[in-house]
């Protein structure tokens, strides 16, 4: 990266945007500080991995998890994400949160409410193997707290198999979205339905795997989590 693409942060928790992190399009939802693009980490579970591979653009779902100021994601040492990010490339990775259909009166209007973020930067393999171990825990707890000491724990064969990467939250920054619609003045008037329809996405009940032995009950920790996400139920 250039020097001009170079981001620091500030005492105060701000990201300072750079040529590839500044929010251009509709800036006003642009959001630079630290503690907004923690909580949509924090919130989402799936994030999307941009790289070119031999001339090609390519963008792969993959689960991560935040800790601290850096992202973790792992998977196979065979991976072609993995492989391109842990030789050093250029990452773009991001994540969307949908909030929200916004109808608006008119069909150019129509919209989404979102919580979105981009990161930019290079990857680092995590090799130390009590580190990669720390980083496959994270990533268990990150889907359901309290799961990580339940389970069966990584052999040291598993461990070995397993491709972690850490990618520094230096280059990010957030983009929001929310409220109605913003229709025309002219528009105001047009005898359509408009408003928000909002989405969110929420745990259902648990299903037991078939060949769970008799007398093995649902965890404490798996009715809390969704209770967590879902108050209603």
């Not at 693009?37 to 935040?66: K, N, Q, S, W």
Request: hydrophobic share 40%; proline share 9%.
């Amino acid at each position: 990266m250039n020097n001009s693409s170079k981001q620091t942060q500030t005492a105060s928790g701000q990201f300072v945007p750079t040529d590839h992190t500044r929010v251009r399009r509709y800036p006003a939802r642009a959001k630079y500080d630290r503690a907004t693009v923690e909580a949509i980490l924090d919130d989402a579970m799936v994030c999307h991995v941009g790289f070119v591979h031999d001339g090609h653009p390519f963008v792969i779902p993959t689960m991560y998890v935040r800790d601290g100021e850096r992202i973790l994601i792992h998977g196979s040492p065979l991976s072609r994400m993995l492989t391109e990010a842990a030789g050093g490339v250029a990452l773009c990775v991001t994540v969307t949160l949908l909030d929200g259909v916004v109808l608006a009166r008119a069909a150019f209007h129509h919209s989404m409410n979102y919580r979105s973020v981009a990161i930019v930067g290079r990857a680092h393999e995590v090799l130390e193997p009590a580190a990669k171990l720390a980083a496959m825990r994270a990533l268990v707890e990150r889907l359901i707290p309290g799961r990580w000491d339940e389970v069966r724990q990584p052999t040291p064969g598993e461990i070995a198999g397993t491709r972690v990467l850490e990618i520094p939250l230096v280059e990010a920054s957030a983009k929001v979205r929310t409220g109605g619609p913003v229709d025309l003045a002219e528009d105001e008037s047009f005898p359509v339905w408009a408003g928000v329809a909002p989405l969110a996405l929420m745990p259902g009940a648990p299903i037991p795997d078939p060949g769970l032995a008799p007398g093995i009950e649902l965890p404490d920790y798996v009715r809390r989590w969704r209770q967590a996400k879902n108050p209603a139920r």
